[in-house]
């Protein structure tokens, strides 16, 4: 106790150093009765940390789990009942480790690719019906506008392709000419065949960027690029259609255009679920609602990067090897089933695990 200076004793001196040795004899106690379940947390903690979650065997996850459970409640206590700050930052820096260690990611760079590839490409397509919709609506609107126009005035050509992309494929050129374009045999150089596969990955890239990128506003521009490359797609086929060749050229289509194309009409959808989330926000503000939407969308843009690859690399080389019309038909179409049927059933959970996850 304390004496003041008149003499008297210091009763609230000696309330607070009761109250104080009260806190600690407490904390000891609390301490004590818990220490060895902490300790024994921390260990497989660190363990765990040092190599992964998946090198403790069944019982000691069992106990890391259990022990997490304990600690939080000796946590929760710890901070009701005031107990001293040095006890409460140790069961917090504990607990948040413990954490980390239980429900956090413990997959390697290959393991998310391998998740993302089967499970959230294909649900994330699954789930964006409405901007799918739209992104081949575009593509074939434009199509059919780009063939319609060209049928009744072949000088639309000139408007819709650049002459560039042209390459005096024209409509005054003559029939051999055309077919020749077709069927050339420019294809056995693999150095040149290369050099022509990193350019069109290259300018397709650029074109589905530009597309999925411009869909935040509203939409509008996506659906209009879409649009446009139906718009050549349709006079292509419409000038070689009219010379005779259409056979030919839906054969030297098919073998890349189902994959490209398709890739095109999937960076529209991409772009289109951040404009529908601009334009219909629903309950969520604007930003909320972007935020949402941009986990699909990024699925969507990525889709399309893979087939990109996947048409540059058939357009480059398949295309120019493979002249029989028969195979560049069944090649295309045969790569469009592989994606239907890996979009569409990938990912899917069976009856049993979904009872189980029930």
Known sequence: ??????????????????????????????????????????????????????ALGYDEVRNLASGYRQAMNSLSVARDISLDRALIAYLES????AYLVVYAPQESLGGLISRLLSHGIPQAV????????????????????GYRLYQNDPSWFYTFVPPEMADQRTP??????????????????????????????????TIVILI?????????????LT???????GAFFAMFARKGLGYDVFAWLSIHGVTE????????AGGARLGLAVLLPGARTRKEALRHQAHDAVKLAILAGLMLVAAAFIEGFLRQLIQDPTWRIVIGWGMGVFWVGWLLLGGRQSKASREVVR
């Not at 699954?126 to 799918?132: H, K």
């Not at 649009?227 to 797609?233: A, H, K, R, T």
């Not at 194309?261 to 529209?268: N, T, W």
């Open 261 to 268: 194309l398709a890739a095109i009409a999937i960076a529209c």
């Open 1 to 54: 106790m304390d004496i003041g200076i008149d003499g008297r004793i210091d009763s609230g001196a000696t309330v607070n150093a009761g109250a104080v040795q009260n806190d600690t004899l407490r904390s000891a106690r609390f301490r004590l009765e818990r220490e060895a379940h902490w300790r024994q947390l921390d260990e497989l903690v660190t363990r765990a940390e040092k190599g992964s979650a998946a």
């Open 172 to 205: 005054d050129a003559s029939t051999d000419y055309l077919r020749s374009t077709i069927y050339g045999d420019e294809g056995h150089d693999s150095d040149r065949l290369a050099a022509f596969s990193a350019y069109l990955f290259s300018h397709n890239t």
């Open 126 to 145: 699954r789930r964006s019906v409405l901007p799918l919709f739209i992104g081949f609506l575009a593509l074939i609107l434009g199509a059919v506008a």
């Open 94 to 97: 504990l607990c948040a480790r």
């Open 212 to 224: 999925f990128t411009l869909g935040v506003f509203v939409s509008v521009p996506s659906f209009i």
């Open 227 to 233: 649009f446009y490359n139906g718009l050549i797609l």
